[in-house]
């Protein structure tokens, strides 16, 4: 049998997420061959991504390559595929998520300040606002580049810390210490190494489906039909979270406001019924509840 042509990112996170994937089929025993493909969203790190203007960068020329058929599967991490896919692409494994948390790392000159007196370096919305609601005060520079870059930043930057993905930092193996921060909820999807596939290749697609992470899954829908139906296309601070708990399905999730003063926020314990549409029920009561308007005004705002 010909082996299956993983397609990826040529970051070193992305690169390690195919291999874990590569690895998967092989315990299926199945034949494997990545192809790192450079994204567009890799090529432009001047500006923050939101102000690029368009969703999918780090996505769009893996889709591409998935329908000229260079590839036969796309490797992403989840949480930067747009919830809306392109025609003919379909979501068709998820692995099991292991760190959905996001993490504070702090360079050696600021480890004796306070959290609400740190110089912080993140480009994300969500990141800020959720900050910012509990630390009002804070200033706040972008930065941009993989997660190698983003650390030699915090090194020769003027500002005390950053803000990263836990998953992140275990799969690079990166011997750093680094804060919980039980404060911020996860942006959805947050930790997921999904699988893209192209509708038109059953045969391939019935092999992805091998290597599903069920619960993973299950949860992942629940954040993302949380977030598309918020959000309509723009960029929002937007938290969301599910796991499973013995057999009960808890979510936390909020919208704020781009300055963290204004959050709408859900915590909610409920029996999963593959029937019901909860993310898409969760993010009707944060709309009836000022969301709307909220949305209103940060779409106005960037
Ligand atoms: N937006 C960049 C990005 N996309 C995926 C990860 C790490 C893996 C993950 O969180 O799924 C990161 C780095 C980060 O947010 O710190």
Redesign the pocket.
Known sequence: MKSIRIGTRNSA?ALWQAREVARHLQNNNYLTEIVPIVSSGDKNLNQP?YSLGITGV?TRDLDIALLNDEIDIAVH????VPTLLPQNIEMIAYLERDFPQ?ILIRKESAKNKELHELKLATS?LRRRAFWLRHFPNTEFSDIRG??QT?LQKLEDGNFDAT??????IK?MKMEIDYEMLPVMIP?P?????AVAGHSDKPEINEILKQINHKPTQICVEIERNFLSTLEGGCTAPIGAFAEIIEDQIRFTAALCSLDGKNCIAIDENFEYNPEENFGERFAKVVLENGGKELMTEIKSQI
């Open positions: 996170l991504l780090f991490s989840l949480k930067d996001d994300s993989n997660i983003r803000i990263l993905s836990l998953a992140g799969r942006a999807s947050q930790g997921v190494i």
